[in-house]
């Protein structure tokens, strides 16, 4: 086994590792789940009226990948406003930042990062408007989000896919510059503070 198959193979190995959850988490979020569901959540028209806005666009591409979003999953707790850099060749890498608001609530700073394997290849600068489902506070935000973007859905240069820890998915919709295309393993890292290492 060459070099680089033996790290391609150790870094497999620790990024399905980190994609396993963790059981007293999961039994938490079930203890949480009541109190998610009782939370002011966006309206439809919200949604999209903040989306247009965030991307200066009222695009029917939008419209689109947003209401396959709100049909499939229903009305969010929380919104997320930011933007993102990556690339990848086989393995890639994502930084980003924005703000999570909460439906009449708080609001703060956010950072995500993370990396990717598989069949993947490119390099793009993006928007990001993602809807968050079922997150009962701020400080569960912190944590790994396993995903996988093989199940894009796209649209006229938006698209969406999504991620999910325990009972929380967050579906991020992308719009940007740069071409980047294929199937690939990863997850999105959330953080209070801007991290370089992705994991």
């Known amino acids: 086994m060459t ?3 033996r790290a391609f193979a150790l870094f497999a190995a620790l990024l399905l590792a980190t994609l396993v959850p963790l059981a007293p988490e999961a039994q938490a979020a079930g203890k949480t789940k009541a ?3 009782s ?3 966006y309206s439809d028209d919200e949604v999209v009226k903040a989306a247009n806005s965030f991307f200066a666009s009222g695009a029917q591409e939008l419209g689109e990948v947003l209401q396959k979003v709100l049909k499939e999953k ?3 707790v929380a919104i997320i406003r930011g933007e993102e850099a990556g690339g990848a060749v086989g393995v890639g890498l994502r930084y980003g930042h924005g703000e999570l608001q909460f439906k009449g609530g708080s609001s703060r700073k956010i950072y995500w990062q993370g990396p990717s394997i598989g069949f993947d290849v490119g390099g793009n600068a993006v928007k990001v408007f993602a809807l968050v489902y079922d997150l009962p506070n701020q400080q569960k935000l ?3 989000y ?3 973007d093989g199940s894009l859905y796209f649209v006229g240069g938006f698209g969406v896919n999504y ?3 325990d009972d929380t998915v967050i579906a991020p919709v992308r719009f940007g510059l740069g071409w980047r295309q294929g199937i690939n393993l990863g997850y999105m ?3 209070q503070k801007k991290r370089i290492n992705p994991f």
Do not use: D, L, Y
């Open 3 to 5: 070099h680089t198959r």
């Open 39 to 41: 939370q002011a959540t």
């Open 146 to 148: 396993p995903g996988v």
């Open 74 to 76: 229903g009305q969010p």
């Open 163 to 165: 991620v999910q820890r």
């Open 142 to 144: 912190f944590r790994r």
């Open 35 to 37: 109190t998610a569901k």
């Open 189 to 191: 890292n959330f953080s």
